[in-house]
Nanobody, 114 residues
Framework: QVQLVESGGGLVQAGGSLRLSCVASGSILSFNPMFWHRQAPGKQREFVASISRVGSTSYINYADFVKCRFTISRDNAKYTVYLQMNSLKPEETAVYYC?????WGQGTQVTVSS
């Protein structure tokens, strides 16, 4: 079973940026789609973005609330999925999780101060 390890979280001011990484324990070549979700304190986990790669074509979906601010990408050679987050808002403080095929990492904390 694949293991996923997220990193890149931290404390950032509102309007700032962070880049999250999710490294898998093995090849992600056949893993489609891969997801980023988040869970804020006292709230349910929610979908943020997903990416599938078929040949040289990427199929990407975003939650409406992150469109034009977040960018998901993947590097199959590095077994890694990224989430570039720009213009962060305080309400986006949450633990961000990477997942595929029902397996999730431990999450990385993102805190956005006002």
């Amino acid at each position: 079973q694949v293991q996923l390890v997220e990193s890149g979280g931290g404390l950032v001011q509102a309007g700032g940026s962070l880049r999250l990484s999710c490294v898998a324990s093995g090849s992600i070549l056949s893993f489609n789609p891969m997801f980023w979700h988040r869970q804020a304190p006292g709230k349910q986990r929610e979908f943020v973005a997903s990416i599938s790669r078929v040949g040289s074509t990427s199929y990407i979906n975003y939650a409406d609330f992150v469109k034009c601010r977040f960018t998901i990408s993947r590097d199959n050679a590095k077994y890694t999925v990224y989430l570039q987050m720009n213009s962060l808002k305080p309400e986006e403080t949450a633990v961000y999780y990477c997942g595929v095929r029902g397996t999730w990492g431990q999450g990385t904390q993102v805190t956005v101060s006002s």
